[in-house]
């Protein structure tokens, strides 16, 4: 059984929003860093967007006005709130939680988290 799994892709116009589900459970979202990854073909994944276990979001320059990610401890699941999409942003979107560093913050590589899901397709197309 998976523990996690996203939710949530689909096909969008650009200028289109999206809401990506994750559901993991109560201990990991409590315990563990939780990120989006995003792989387009042919490319390596790329860090899109995380959320330490005291919940404070990070998200890289080029996307934090566009992409916002959120926890439910309660529910055990993350989620990313995706607006003014673009055709740059299809890829699989993957669920990742891995460890925090020392201080607390999320590390942003892919290689750092080992519990993945299995990704959501999100295309953004007209």
């Known amino acids: 059984q998976a523990l996690l799994k996203e939710s949530g892709g689909g096909s969008v116009q650009p200028g289109g929003s999206l809401r990506l589900s994750c559901a993991a459970s109560k201990d990991i979202v409590s315990t563990l860093c939780m990120a989006w990854f995003r792989q387009a073909p042919g490319k390596e994944p790329e860090w899109v967007s995380s959320?330490?276990?005291?919940?404070?979001?990070r998200a890289p320059n080029s996307l934090k006005d566009r992409f916002t990610i959120s926890k439910d401890k309660a529910e055990g699941a993350i989620y990313l709130q995706m607006h003014e999409l673009k055709p740059e942003d299809s890829a699989v979107y993957y669920c990742a939680a891995g460890k925090s560093a020392r201080s607390g913050s999320c590390y942003i590589t892919w290689s750092a988290y080992n519990i993945r899901g299995q990704g959501t397709q999100v295309t953004v197309s007209s």
């Open positions: 959320i330490r276990i005291d919940d404070t979001p």
